[in-house]
């Protein structure tokens, strides 16, 4: 438990300078903690000013503090530092630089010194920490990047950082080519800009705590989609397989009612025939008799005449009639019949299933781009005969829609707009669902979205497109657009430059586009809402107007 403790307060151990685990820990006066070389190497570049200040709270020192080790703090560090070498993973160990005043077997160098250019063993190193004359040379981490710390032009120690240039620079070049410039000591530049690091880390760290318990929860949602999926497909297997069932018995049903039927109707027919083949023979043997009778005596035939007189079965003889329709055909019709209705409630039925497994999404899709993406949720609509307006004209398998001043001679029905020209689509739109119409005329057209049961008699604004909640509305004219929803009416900012417009319709998102069409997609509005029963394409149609679908 205290290990782990320990690990948990890592960062609290860390130098603000190196932002490494501390190294021989010292506090100073203000009470901040460094590592005696990070601190050292702050103060050895503040000798010159001969005033000294914490890298941390900028707290300002004079003369310069002594520092110790903290023993305490020093002996934690030591414990800290070993869970962190069993922690590192194996490709995170470093190469260990060698000591360069060390010959035949090389030591282990421990600290490389930036004035001398080369690393030192714990033994030859000595000398920089006894000798007066080492006071001022710069120890660090033992690097074999020591030439990198050299300015160039100087060969001097780069130990200023110039911010206007964002460089790190030796003391010639801050009093040449960056003279006037901001600038601050190699150490403090590295301090803050370790801090501004940090936060980035942590910044970083954070996205991948949210990045994790995103692909934790896709993971789940990825899961229970796989079951749903898995639990649907069994359940329309059954489903399927009951409707299978009951067709089948509805089959068996019309075959043993048809053989049922042709049994009794041959039943009868043999039966009568019976009877009749039984009269064929009386009549062919009282037939014999009468010729028999006519070569008879005169006394003989005048005696057996009046026996003879009645003919066998002679009042059933015009008692039979066949019926005009033997043939079956009217049943193959009808059942042709039920099948075409069965397809085509299939097709519209399995069209709305269809639509309900494509909106269920792990991750919601986004509205698509191009054309060539929108006709992938491309609807075939046709416009319904039963809603038109008896003064609007509909032509090409009910796909184009005109206005006539002549009424037509449409049944009366209770779907039908009696007042308003407008006409609704047979189908409905659910799911993702795009669709194109191209429209002409002077006096323009509206193109609509709306609920089943929006009122069709009268001239109320309940009976007419997108001035009520029922319905959506967009006005092309040839040279302006307008939407409208209830009372609110939005002019759009756009000249027609098309006479295609494209609707989408994402029913689930709450979402309803309209787009001109051309070469490029240019979207004229954009509606978002929540929808609460399935959308019916519909269409106003003015004086001299049309829509072709």
Known sequence: MAETNILGLQDQFSCPICLDLLKDPVTILCGHTFCMVCINGCWDQEDQKGV????QCKETFTPRPVVSKNAVLAEVMEKLMIEHQARRPAHCSTVTEECDICT??????????????????ETHLQ????????????????????????????????????????????????????????????????????????????????????????????????????????????????????LIRS?????????????????????????VMKQLEQEIAEMKRRDSELEELSHTDPIHFLQSFPSLLDIPGSADVHSIELSPFLSLEDVTAFVSQLRDKVEKFCCQEFRMVSNAVKEIQIIPLPEPKSREKFLQYSCQFTLDPDTVNKHLCLSERNT?????????????????????????????????????????????????????????????????????????????????????????????PVMPSSSRIGVYVDHRAGTLSFYSVSDTMKLLHRVHTTFTQPLYPGFVVCKGSAIKL
């Not at 000294?52 to 890298?55: D, G, L, T």
């Not at 960056?178 to 690091?197: N, R, W």
């Open 247 to 271: 067709i089948e018995r509805r089959r068996c049903e019309v075959t043993a009612l048809i053989r049922a039927q042709e049994k009794a109707a041959v039943s009868r027919a043999e039966e």
């Open 127 to 242: 000398p920089h920490y006894e000798s007066p004359a080492f006071k001022k040379h710069k120890l660090v981490e033992a690097s074999r990047r020591l030439q990198e710390q050299i300015c160039s032009q100087h060969d001097k120690l780069l130990e200023v950082y110039c911010c206007n240039d964002q460089q790190c620079i030796c003391m010639l070049c801050m009093l040449d080519t960056h003279k006037g410039h901001d600038t601050v000591s190699a150490a403090e530049a590295s301090a803050e800009k370790k801090k501004q690091l940090l936060k980035t880390q942590r910044k970083c760290q954070q996205r991948i705590l949210d990045r994790e318990k995103e692909h934790q929860e896709l993971s789940e949602a990825v899961e229970f989609y796989e079951r749903s999926a898995q639990k649907a497909v069994q359940e329309s297997e059954r489903i399927f397989t009951e």
């Open 104 to 121: 035949g077997k090389k030591s282990k160098a421990i600290k490389s010194c930036l004035v001398c250019l080369a690393s030192f063993c």
């Open 400 to 492: 184009v829609v005109t206005c006539s001043e002549t009424p037509q001679s449409y049944s009366v029905h209770p779907d039908r707009f009696d007042y308003y020209l407008q006409v609704l689509c047979t189908e409905s739109v659910c799911g993702r669902c795009y669709w194109e119409l191209e429209w002409s005329g002077h006096h323009g057209v509206s193109i609509a979205v709306s609920y089943k049961n929006i009122s069709r008699k009268g001239k109320g604004t309940e009976c007419l497109f997108g001035r009520n909640d029922q319905s959506w509305r967009l006005f092309c004219y040839p040279s302006c657009y307008s939407f409208r929803h209830i009372k609110k009416e939005i002019k759009i």
């Open 52 to 55: 000294y200040s914490c890298p």
